[in-house]
């Protein structure tokens, strides 16, 4: 818990606008049951994770390229180039970039019984807070 706390703090005293952005991706999600997918893989990776990235980078230059979500900013339908794409891969886009609430609510659940109590003393509130405020979202 002492090391998130120094990383937390670390981070408040920082210039809020030179802080790098962050992003979260699942290369490795897989639909067993689609038997289309190579490796029952929802995304093809190696170099079509290129297309991610470009999306990333167009976020961080500002592009109006995302929704909102429950989890934060998800491309919005067209923002990842598919062109090329291999057509199964194309089908997977919308389930892929869909949010998984219930799914959501039970890594929440997990988290707290199964994670935080590790820290005891040591968890620092604001990630307690943070997950409070994901799952108020989560709820709307």
């Known amino acids: 818990g ?15 606008d030179k802080l790098p952005k962050i992003f979260y991706v699942n290369w490795f999600r897989k639909d067993e049951n689609n038997k289309d997918l190579p490796g029952g893989f929802m995304w093809p990776g190696y170099g079509d994770n290129s297309r991610v990235l470009a999306w990333i980078f167009d976020r961080c230059d500002g592009k109006d390229n995302y929704i909102d979500t429950p989890i934060g900013y998800m491309p919005k339908e067209g923002a ?25 609510k039970k890594e929440i659940k997990d988290i ?15 990630l307690s807070d943070c997950l409070d405020d994901l799952e108020k979202r989560l709820n709307a």
Do not use: S
């Open 2 to 16: 002492d090391y998130f706390q120094h990383w937390i703090d670390v981070g408040a005293k920082a210039d809020q």
């Open 80 to 104: 990842i180039n598919t062109d090329g794409l291999a057509d199964y891969y194309k089908k997977t886009l919308p389930e892929i970039l869909k949010v998984d609430v219930e799914g959501w």
């Open 112 to 126: 707290r019984e199964n994670h935080y109590p590790k820290f005891g003393k040591h968890l620092p509130k604001e």
